[in-house]
């Protein structure tokens, strides 16, 4: 694969990694942002919901707190008014400089996290609209690891999953990632529908997604992420 070509490609671009708990999104995120600066692009990470002062006040809100009595709905929209302000005033800015932003999470977790939690994906395509307006990701980047292997990899047994979820703790202790945040605290079921949204989402988002094995070593799935870049970017 010719890196050279791939960074023209991804110059300026808006690219999202996205899948289960443990899946790899942050690892992969960084190798492609030292590939990409490697080869000579200017790059912006950050992360969603969050990645602004008021968007990680809600990031607290959303994943520091026991969720069981916030309506999907709210907890829907909590995060599109976080994502709104990460695009205003980081993701926006960056792409109008040339820079290329690598976000952790965006909308494609939303279809998948609150769909799972009975709330229809379609809508959050419509909310994203009125959030985003037309500034979508021009490549969302779905790693696909089955629960049981993302659970291994954050150090928590799928039994435990459901319990001992974080209530009124007062620090983003998710931060640290120290304990389990409000999402990855859901039961197995939970997260299998969540995988099973995720593997589904390209069918209706409106630009395009890609998914990516992350069963394997970092490596190889990062090479699989090139690999998937190239087909997908013109």
Not at 10 to 18: M, N, S
Not at 189 to 213: A, I, K, M, Q, W
Request: hydrophobic letters at 35%.
């Amino acid at each position: 694969m010719n890196i050279s070509e791939l960074s023209k490609k991804l110059r300026g671009k808006f690219l999202v990694f996205d899948g289960p708990d443990g899946a790899g999104k942050t690892s992969q995120r960084e190798m492609l942002n030292q590939t990409l600066q490697d080869a000579g692009l200017t790059t912006v990470c950050c992360r969603d919901p969050g990645g602004t002062e008021i968007g990680d006040r809600i990031r607290s809100v959303l994943l520091d707190y026991d969720l069981a009595t916030m309506d999907v709905a709210c907890e829907t929209l909590l995060f599109m008014a976080s994502r709104a302000q990460l695009l205003a005033k980081v993701i926006k800015p960056a792409l109008n400089e040339g820079k290329t932003v690598l976000c952790d999470r965006f909308v494609t977790s939303t279809c998948a996290y609150q769909g799972a939690a009975g709330y229809d994906p379609k809508r959050v395509i419509e909310l994203a609209r009125f959030a985003l307006g037309d500034s979508w990701p021009d490549v969302s980047i779905i790693l696909d690891v089955d629960p049981d292997i993302g659970f291994e990899r954050i150090g928590r047994k799928p039994h435990h999953a459901g319990k001992n979820r974080q209530k009124n703790t007062g620090t983003a202790s998710l931060f640290e990632g120290c304990q389990p945040d409000a999402m990855e605290a859901r039961s197995v079921d939970f997260h299998r529908r969540v995988r099973e949204l995720f593997r589904n989402v390209g069918t209706y988002y409106p630009t395009p997604v890609v998914s990516v094995d992350a069963t394997g070593k970092p490596d190889a799935v990062h090479k699989a992420v090139l690999e998937a870049l190239s087909r997908a970017v013109e």
